[in-house]
């Protein structure tokens, strides 16, 4: 399975203040007790066994997992206008709430343009529009080991473009490829905005 690392970018900032502050060793200079501590004979490596050994990574993971479900939350819950809705094949998910931004300015981005992201029952619908091309996913964030499911669409700068901002309404017609099919399926959309 393959997930873009553009259908979850709210989270990559969040994702990565998480790792950050998880830190870890700092590299320490060497020191004579150091330097003679490496000099030793090294103890014999263990055969390696079927059981992976007991780490902290497993509470890293979960603890990233909370904060990710409490980030979603949060997006959620800021979503007070707008609506959104997607059609791929013949299943059609609704949003309630959207937020929007447009321009560089509000995005935050060099080259964006327009970006949309609608969040509920555990899936996020995402839209961007920058210099880089044209993106829409519908992509479930509340199991990201294994999701429900993943749908991505996109274009790069030189294809002709799919969606249409028209003020604060954007909707589009795409072909969605099915990242969780093994021959990634490709399965006719549409999809439609209003922001607030």
């Known amino acids: 399975m393959q997930l873009s690392s553009r259908s979850i970018l709210p989270f990559l900032a969040a994702a990565a203040l998480a790792l950050s502050a998880c830190g870890g060793e700092a590299e320490v200079p ?34 990233m997992e ?44 060099e080259g964006a343009e327009f970006v949309l992201s609608a969040i509920g029952d555990g899936l996020q619908f995402y839209i961007s529009v920058d210099a880089m091309g044209q993106f829409v996913s519908l992509n479930d964030i509340e199991n990201f ?33 099915d990242y969780l099919s093994e021959s990634w399926d490709e399965v006719e959309g549409s999809f439609e905005g209003s922001c607030p």
């Open 30 to 63: 060497p020191t004579p007790a150091t330097e003679a501590a490496s000099t030793t004979t090294p103890e014999p490596v263990p055969e390696p066994t079927d059981e992976a050994p007991a780490t902290g990574s497993d509470d890293g993971a979960i603890e």
């Open 145 to 177: 080991e294994d999701p429900a499911l993943s749908w991505e669409a996109d274009q790069d700068a030189s294809g002709e473009g799919f969606i249409q901002v028209d003020g604060k309404d954007v909707s589009g017609e795409a072909t969605f490829i």
């Open 66 to 109: 909370e904060e990710m479900e409490e980030i979603a939350a949060s997006m959620e819950a800021q979503q007070t206008g707008g609506s959104a809705s997607v059609t791929i094949g013949d299943q059609t998910w609704d949003f309630d709430g959207v937020l929007c931004a447009f321009g560089p300015e509000e995005i935050g981005q």
